[in-house]
């Protein structure tokens, strides 16, 4: 565990239980690339709400603007008009520190190429973003291992990585976006390094977790097959985003 041995750092920002129906808001959002002397529009006045408590799965083709949406939602990256608002809060008058701040309490990502640390076990995976958030190691390993069982990895704890599937790292991935207890997890092409048996049932363990821990997803996906019948879908094609609302 020498890498999960530095002191924990208290953050400014305490929890909080936020009551609103929707996680964010867009409001004529815009979002530009400067390329080579011109000017290319990524995002075109994008307004959409993100519902609290489901899945909402942002679809489109590639290069239709996802990832630049996604980079927004969670303060990456900043539009240039419109406004973003996050569990009530105008993110765009946040400085980086209160940004990454907000970030680490209360968004979890999950990510195309899994992004874990390879010398760290499944356990010491899971455990890492808690080192912000000022709990005893023991308090750390029951997190972790609890969420760890959730997403059916009990016996895997003390495996290191390079000892599991792609499968199994994606919910090693999963465990850690919601370790923290999020309010939102951010998904971006969760499933596009996996077959697609195991993207199914990525994609049908994010919809228990969802259940489970009453936490919001936002899911980027161009592959249409992974939609799933509930849930909320936002459809993107050539950064124009329409908010098409429930699936069910
Ligand atoms: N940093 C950047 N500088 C310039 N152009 C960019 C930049 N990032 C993205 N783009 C362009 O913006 C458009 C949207 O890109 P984005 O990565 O958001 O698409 P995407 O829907 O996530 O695609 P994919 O499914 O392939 O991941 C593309 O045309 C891309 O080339
Ligand atoms: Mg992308």
Do not use: W
């Not at 993100?50 to 939602?73: A, D, H, Q, W």
């Not at 792609?166 to 999963?174: D, M, P």
């Not at 489970?212 to 936002?234: P, Q, Y």
């Amino acid at each position: 565990m020498n890498d999960l041995s530095q002191p924990a750092i208290k953050l400014p920002i305490a929890p909080q239980k936020y009551v609103d129906e929707n996680i964010a808001v867009f409001r004529g959002v815009v979002k530009k690339y400067n390329m080579d002397g011109y000017q290319f529009t990524a995002i075109k006045d994008a307004n959409c709400a993100i519902p609290r408590g489901e899945i909402t799965y942002v679809y489109g083709p590639s290069g239709s603007g996802k990832t630049t949406f996604l980079n927004m939602l969670s303060m990456l990256d900043k539009p240039d008009a419109g406004e973003i608002s996050l569990l009530g809060k105008d993110v765009l008058t946040m400085s980086d520190n209160e940004a990454a701040d907000f970030r680490s309490r209360h968004i979890g990502f999950i990510f195309q190429s899994f992004n874990l640390i390879p010398v760290l076990s499944v356990r010491e995976n899971v455990e890492f973003p808690l080192l912000r958030h000022g709990l005893s190691r023991k308090e750390r390993r029951e997190k972790a291992e609890h969420y760890l069982e959730a997403v059916g990895l009990k016996d895997y704890l003390g495996r290191r990585l390079g000892a599991i599937s792609g499968g199994q790292r994606q919910r090693v991935a999963i465990a850690r976006a919601l370790v923290t207890t999020p309010s939102l997890v951010i998904a971006d092409e969760p499933t596009a390094n996996l077959d697609s048996a195991t993207s199914d049932e990525i994609m049908n363990l994010m919809l228990e977790m969802r259940r489970k821990f009453d936490t919001s997803f936002v899911i980027c996906t161009h592959n249409e097959n992974l939609l799933r019948d509930t849930g909320r879908l936002i459809h993107i094609v050539d950064g124009e985003l329409q908010d098409i609302g429930g699936l069910q």
